[in-house]
């Protein structure tokens, strides 16, 4: 079955760092590939996405590239803010499939300090 | 973006007693909606796969009688839980659909925080 492997956290990290968490997955075919944020006491908000290999979605400063060779979908953002500190769960989902539900990776918490 | 709502965003309840969650897409059609669970400090696990006008899909593990689903129109779902208990309690969450094949994103609700004492 599907399932999404992402680096655990905390990740503790001053203004202006650099941010890399990793997510891998495993799935049949050719699913799409998300990184949803959920900031403290919200809902999750759908941050990129990449529906191929290679394509690289990103957002508010952050990438990600859809890499089928090592089946990964690492996130990253070059100067992490105070104001990034949340949730961040990487997805996926099958469009070849009737239900596209999302399967999830377990959230990485990111805290950035000033 | 597109924007879900949930109603209530939070509930109390006592034991024995039902409740019903709302979903809402706002200003776009859902045929299909997702309700998930997520217990603290873990990932969404899906319950149920909610489609309009039929019945809904349920994960493996989820009880269909416990856990009612209706998705009576294209921007409408409902989660109930029917003689909720203290295991019951957790943080629901709906997401909706919108758009198709490459363009498909799931928009997400805030959530629901449900606490059966």
């Known amino acids: 079955g599907n399932s999404v492997t992402q680096m655990e956290g905390p990740v503790t990290l001053s203004e202006e760092a650099f941010l890399t968490i990793n997510c891998t997955y495993t799935a049949t075919g050719y699913p799409s590939l998300f990184w949803y944020v959920q900031y403290p006491g919200e809902g999750l908000q759908l941050l990129l996405k990449?529906?191929?290999?290679?394509d690289k979605g990103s957002n508010k400063g952050f990438e990600a590239t859809y890499r089928k060779e090592t089946t990964s979908f690492h996130l990253e953002k070059g100067s992490v803010q105070v104001s990034d500190s949340a949730v961040y769960f990487c997805a996926l989902s099958h469009m070849d499939t009737g239900r596209r539900a999302l399967t999830f990776g377990s959230g990485t918490r990111l805290q950035v300090q000033p | 973006g597109a924007v879900v709502s949930q109603h209530p965003s939070r509930v109390i309840c006592k034991s024995g007693t039902s409740v019903k969650i709302e979903c809402r897409s706002l200003d776009f059609q859902a045929t299909t909606m997702f309700w998930y669970r997520q217990f603290p400090k873990q990932s969404l696990m899906l319950m149920a796969t909610?489609?309009?006008?039929?019945?809904?899909?349920?994960e493996q593990g989820v009880e269909k009688d416990k856990f009612l689903i209706n998705h009576a129109s294209l921007t409408l779902s409902t989660l109930t839980v029917t003689s909720a208990h203290p295991e019951d309690s957790s943080f629901y969450i709906c997401?909706?659909?919108?758009?198709?094949?490459?363009?498909?994103?799931?928009?997400f609700g805030p959530g629901t925080r449900l606490l059966v004492l």
């Open positions: 909610s489609n309009e006008g039929s019945k809904a899909t349920y």
């Open positions: 990449a529906t191929k290999a290679d």
């Open positions: 997401s909706a659909r919108q758009g198709t094949g490459g363009w498909e994103t799931q928009y």
